[in-house]
């Protein structure tokens, strides 16, 4: 089984900074694009960042310059650096990767966690 695990949400003022953190574990040989989403209450999930297997990112228009998303491949972890927070980035922030394994790619989700942003 494959399972990713975040880390870091939490309640921010306003201007704040927080980090998330992301695992995966289990029976992994190679992992592509790694991301993360985020869900506010009443609305669809919607793309946040990605970074592919090479490094290279991309973001949403509505975060870039105040977030910034990273991995480490050795430790299969991916990162997701949020500064300048807004009370618009409330959400609950799952990461997801897509994982090889027999040949095949899936992609997984995390459970979540909740990033609350106060004005």
């Known amino acids: 089984q494959v399972q990713l695990v975040e880390s870091g949400g939490g309640l921010v003022q306003a201007g704040g900074s927080l980090r998330l953190s992301c695992a995966a574990s289990?029976?992994?040989?190679?992992?592509?694009?790694m991301g993360w989403y985020r869900q506010a209450p009443g609305k669809q999930r919607q793309l946040v960042a990605t970074?592919?297997?090479?490094?290279?990112?991309n973001y949403a228009d509505s975060v870039k310059g105040r977030f910034t998303i990273s991995r480490d491949n050795a430790k299969n972890t991916v990162s997701l650096q949020m500064n300048s927070l807004k009370p618009e980035d409330t959400a609950v922030y799952y990461c997801?990767?897509?994982?090889?394994?027999?040949?095949?790619?899936?992609?997984?989700w995390g459970q979540g966690t909740q990033v609350t942003v106060s004005s």
């Open positions: 997801n990767a897509d994982i090889g394994r027999g040949g095949i790619y899936t992609r997984y």
């Open positions: 289990g029976s992994i040989f190679s992992i592509s694009t």
């Open positions: 970074i592919t297997s090479g490094g290279r990112p």
